[in-house]
């Protein structure tokens, strides 16, 4: 292991990326310092939030830096270490994102445990981390499910909302509704993740099939999406209705600002609350999450998938997969072993 | 007294209602059954509101019935009375609508202490009603304005907006920027409501004049007009910027649904929240407004305007007025003195 390949954003996408936005290079990997340490990665994870942060706009975190190596979370293994806190064959989660091999602080990696039997290390980047916790805060911090709802998620067959569908059923949902595009995910939400129904947004109106299987209405919305499907779930809202609004996957790679909803004025007349929130500011929800989580998972409540794509030269494919609605479940890139 | 004239709704508006949408009607009075009491209207109320009920749609409230008397807020005083509990002359609030004379069961009419010297009785349609309640719940139980906070009120000097501007300041915001339109409407905010700067918003982008009056951003936007005032907010709001949605005055006339704003995804990247409310909701706070409303008034902390139209024949004209925008604080329709 003398070089690692780093994966850098070299201009900002306009519209939808392209691999000519992206360059692979080789960097010489330094001594340690004092300190420090080296961590070979097993997975590095591709999320919908990392278009936001390729252009320079004002943001909750800043813009990647044009010409710097790709940030976002990663697992992976210490190979060499200059501290006494994180010793050789420690498994790390950091933030160093699109590359093989990444050196730093000891600080700059947090310790995870080893993966429960039958998981592999990336389930710290899917259910049992950032994603799991972001479905988690979406539906009990900002959504306040409660036994009895009917809840509808967006992009039910994505990372996000794979995690969400399960634990909204474990918070007594009355009924779970997701939408996802085309059959194959469409027939996974109710066979395998347990919605209780499902609605495929290519073969026809959100706003009718949602309005077809929540006759009764929708009391929480968790959104993925945006666009359309913002509006069908104004429509089909109860009274007191509450919509946490993670993410707008339909708007990230238009070029245009897009219209919202056409009936914001439901939002007054049913007392709906939309609640937009993102996971930087909840992170002291980890620990009640983990715990919870654990109980689930150990139990055999909670499944989950991942998409796995080989190569950190393929990392670039792997995004804008995920963004086009590839996956299934939790999109990683596994690294190959560094020799 | 024999008979009593009422406005009936006659069709359902498309578009700006017209004065063919509704007819006068004179309706003898019956003699009073036991238990019954007979009010002569001093003030009717037109508000907002009565624009949603005036067509049939699902909505908070059902929608006002073709042929039949407009419902709405009105204060009156008992003339004749088969009620032990409210003797002639007292001073009641009711919803019976467009009338000058209302008769009814007396659990249709709520007792109203007189007035504050100086105030006449509409003062209870408005800053100390469902008006000035309005103004309080949006900004305490919806928006949580907290002492620091910069607000922007839009429909600043309506009846709504000229009680929240100086309710925002009285409970501590740091700086309250009202819009309103035209210049005669737009000095009186800073000059008698206490609005620290004014937006006119004929005069040029809200968004730009927002941000040129709340260069550090706002906390708290109290919504009376939607449209281009709402998207302007989100534009402008810090993190974790709070909406209390109360009205969407823009919209009411159009015929075809108006699109939301285009920067929703702010909703997300900021962590912010809007809700909606209906006031039907939150009456349980009367009590505590009324408490806190009556220390407010009378130690000169509140002032109030108010636009009055003379004769039940003419609340179609204040209402129309009040949707163009005529009034300035609450529009009132002043009934002659039934003889």
Not at 308 to 320: E, K, P, R, S, T
């Amino acid at each position: 292991m003398s070089t690692s390949t780093q994966i850098q954003l070299v201009s900002r996408p306009v519209g939808w990326p392209e691999p000519a936005d992206f360059r692979a290079v080789q960097v010489e990997l330094a001594d340690l310092a004092d300190g420090e340490v080296r961590v070979a990665n097993e997975f590095i994870s591709v999320d919908p939030y990392m278009r936001g942060r390729m252009i320079d706009t004002r943001s909750y975190i800043p813009p990647f830096a044009l010409g710097e190596t790709m940030g976002g979370g990663a697992v992976g293994r210490v190979v060499e270490s200059r501290s006494a806190d994180l010793p050789v064959g420690t498994l790390v989660l950091h933030q160093l994102g699109w590359r093989d091999v990444s050196t730093g602080p000891a600080a700059a990696f947090s310790r995870l445990p080893e993966p429960p039997a039958g998981s592999e290390s990336s389930v710290y980047l899917g259910i049992l981390g950032m994603t799991g916790l972001t479905a988690y805060v979406g539906l009990t911090v900002i959504a306040g499910v409660k036994p009895g709802d009917v809840v509808f998620i967006s992009g039910a067959a994505g990372a996000v909302g794979t995690a969400a569908g399960q634990i909204a059923r474990l918070l007594g949902a009355s009924a779970v509704i997701g939408s996802a595009g085309g059959p194959q995910k469409v027939e996974l939400l109710t066979s395998r993740y347990g919605y209780d129904a499902a609605i495929d947004y290519r073969a026809g109106s959100v706003r009718d099939q949602l309005r077809a299987s929540a006759p009764k209405g929708i009391d929480v919305y968790f959104d993925n999406v945006g666009g359309d499907h913002l509006e069908a779930a104004l429509d089909v809202f109860n009274d007191g209705g509450r919509a946490a609004l993670c993410g707008a996957i339909s708007a990230y790679n238009e070029t245009k600002a897009q219209p919202g909803p056409r009936n914001m004025s439901n939002i007054i007349t049913r007392g709906l609350t939309l609640q937009g929130f993102t996971l930087g500011n909840y992170l002291g929800y980890a620990k009640e999450f983990n715990e919870k989580m654990a109980q689930w998972f150990s139990a055999g409540e909670i499944v989950y998938d991942e998409t796995v794509v080989d190569g950190i030269d393929h990392a670039v494919d792997a995004f804008l997969g995920m963004m086009r609605g590839e996956n299934i479940g939790k999109m990683v890139v596994r690294i190959a072993s560094a020799e």
